[in-house]
């Protein structure tokens, strides 16, 4: 990558970090960070694991696609890795941040379009396990929790919405994505005139993507089974996260009732997907999970600020990392 392109990622990454951090109030946090004690260097330490998952998932797509090309190393895929995460929480829309980003990075190592093909069925991946987790969970919340009419109502409302999020992407996968994509942008106010032109401009390229995003997924399905196996675990050890920071309050906290508070919290955070670090929704999330599980409000503050934290710490990790050079 070249060196202003690592070098803009790096202070717009920076930049952003710096405005969260200084909307941090660090009295409080201190106070919860302490109160923690080594559960919470548990749960920073947890996500040094959690992106050895993302990184597999990734790993397996490139090499899966072309196995003699792709002189891709593990953990220089787990770098990368992180750091694209680093950007995605940092950036409003999510994946606008970190998916050009890894692109950049892949496309001396493999060209542009398998770049770009590897990366948006890596993201599709990620997104479409978020869809099975939410799935199960609601399978979860009926063989643990009472169900009432209200909860009913939400539970079948997100249970169509799982089934219509899983139907489109294994579209994607047969057919790809790229194209479907940029369609769908060229619907939105403000952009859709910008998409146009994109797509006419880029049709060529996007065909191409899409063409090789069916036949990386058409290749091999145990491949493909492999990483969203990989992502969607990936998930439900992240709920330990939560189950940690639990234990502080109470030693009788539930791992399973951690998997629905994660579960509740990161599809209303998603709904949020503008917003940096999904400030607000997240937070938002975590006390209203936590009371419809009547935990008290104060676990939900301290689930939710101890989590930020962590956000915080491994983005600037990320952000670290993007300044090491690529040997030769």
């Given at each position: 990558?070249?060196e202003?392109y690592r070098?803009?990622?790096?202070?717009f990454?920076?930049?952003v970090?710096?405005?969260m951090?200084?909307?941090?109030?660090?009295r409080?946090a201190?106070?919860?960070?302490?109160e923690?004690?080594?559960w919470f260097i548990a749960?920073v330490?947890l996500?040094?694991?959690?992106?050895?998952?993302n990184t597999?998932?990734?790993?397996?797509i490139?090499h899966?696609?072309?196995?003699?090309k792709?002189?891709v190393?593990f953990?220089?895929?787990y770098?990368i890795?992180?750091?694209?995460?680093a950007?995605n929480y940092?950036?409003p829309g999510g994946l606008?941040?970190?998916e050009?980003?890894r692109i950049?990075a892949l496309?001396?190592?493999?060209?542009t379009?398998?770049a770009?093909?590897?990366v948006?069925?890596?993201?599709?991946?990620?997104?479409?396990?978020?869809?099975?987790?939410w799935?199960?969970?609601?399978?979860l919340y009926i063989?643990?929790?009472p169900?009432?009419v209200?909860?009913?109502?939400?539970?079948a409302?997100t249970t169509?919405?799982?089934?219509?999020g899983?139907?489109?992407?294994i579209?994607?996968?047969r057919?790809?994505l790229a194209v479907?994509?940029?369609?769908?942008?060229?619907?939105?106010?403000f952009?859709k005139?910008?998409?146009?032109?994109f797509?006419?401009?880029?049709r060529?390229?996007l065909?191409?993507?899409?063409?090789?995003?069916?036949?990386l997924h058409?290749?091999?399905?145990?491949?493909f089974?492999?990483?969203?196996l990989?992502e969607?675990s990936c998930?439900?050890?992240?709920?330990?996260?939560?189950?940690f920071?639990?234990?502080v309050?109470?030693?009788?906290?539930?791992?399973?009732?951690?998997?629905l508070?994660?579960?509740f919290t990161?599809?209303f955070?998603?709904m949020?997907?503008?917003m940096?670090?999904?400030?607000?929704g997240?937070?938002g999330?975590?006390l209203?999970?936590?009371?419809g599980?009547?935990?008290t409000?104060?676990a939900?503050?301290?689930?939710a600020l101890?989590v930020?934290?962590?956000?915080?710490?491994?983005t600037a990790?990320g952000l670290?990392?993007i300044r090491?050079k690529d040997?030769?």
């Amino acid at each position: 990558m070249k060196e202003k392109y690592r070098n803009a990622f790096f202070l717009f990454g920076l930049a952003v970090l710096a405005i969260m951090v200084w909307q941090l109030d660090f009295r409080e946090a201190w106070r919860h960070i302490r109160e923690a004690g080594y559960w919470f260097i548990a749960v920073v330490v947890l996500w040094a694991w959690l992106y050895v998952h993302n990184t597999f998932s990734w790993y397996i797509i490139i090499h899966n696609g072309w196995p003699r090309k792709a002189e891709v190393g593990f953990w220089w895929l787990y770098r990368i890795t992180v750091s694209g995460f680093a950007l995605n929480y940092a950036t409003p829309g999510g994946l606008m941040g970190g998916e050009p980003y890894r692109i950049m990075a892949l496309k001396p190592k493999i060209g542009t379009e398998r770049a770009s093909a590897s990366v948006i069925l890596f993201a599709m991946t990620h997104i479409f396990s978020h869809f099975w987790f939410w799935l199960l969970s609601v399978a979860l919340y009926i063989a643990i929790q009472p169900v009432n009419v209200l909860m009913g109502i939400i539970l079948a409302a997100t249970t169509a919405f799982c089934l219509l999020g899983i139907w489109f992407f294994i579209a994607g996968y047969r057919k790809g994505l790229a194209v479907r994509a940029m369609t769908l942008l060229g619907h939105l106010p403000f952009i859709k005139s910008w998409a146009h032109r994109f797509i006419n401009k880029h049709r060529e390229q996007l065909d191409n993507i899409d063409r090789q995003i069916a036949a990386l997924h058409g290749q091999n399905p145990r491949t493909f089974v492999m990483a969203v196996l990989s992502e969607l675990s990936c998930r439900i050890v992240s709920a330990l996260e939560i189950y940690f920071i639990l234990r502080v309050l109470s030693p009788d906290a539930s791992y399973l009732n951690s998997i629905l508070i994660l579960a509740f919290t990161s599809l209303f955070a998603n709904m949020l997907f503008f917003m940096p670090l999904q400030l607000g929704g997240r937070e938002g999330g975590f006390l209203m999970s936590a009371r419809g599980l009547s935990l008290t409000t104060d676990a939900g503050i301290m689930v939710a600020l101890l989590v930020r934290i962590r956000e915080l710490i491994w983005t600037a990790i990320g952000l670290l990392l993007i300044r090491i050079k690529d040997k030769g």
